[in-house]
């Protein structure tokens, strides 16, 4: 791996060949690209040692959907329950209103 004075000596060359400005997005771009390494090496370490294949991202994408739609339906139900207020006596608002007023 390289030491503290080779680092330096990239970053110093980066920074003369491309710039202030474009050294943030090429930066970005080699974070993604080391990233998109690793998670394929990573695949095929998985697919040497097990034989087997991690779950394609169309059933990743179906499990998301299906987690959301229950988040998504636990919320509106706790919201109905929430909008429903209730005095102090744990009774309905509305019908302690209608206690008030007789």
């Known amino acids: 791996m390289f030491g503290w004075g080779e680092m330096g000596l990239v970053i110093i060359l980066a920074l003369l060949l491309l710039g202030p400005d474009n050294m943030v997005d090429a930066a970005r771009k080699m974070g993604r690209l080391y990233a998109e390494y690793k998670k394929a090496r990573r695949r095929l370490e998985l697919e040497i040692l097990y034989g087997f294949s991690p779950p394609d991202e169309s059933i990743l994408q ?8 229950s988040i998504t339906e636990s919320v509106r139900k706790n919201i109905v329950e929430f909008e429903q207020p ?3 006596n744990n009774r309905e608002s509305s019908s302690s209103e209608s206690e008030v007023k007789q």
């Open 62 to 69: 179906k499990v998301n959907e299906v987690r959301e739609k």
């Open 86 to 88: 209730k005095d102090i």
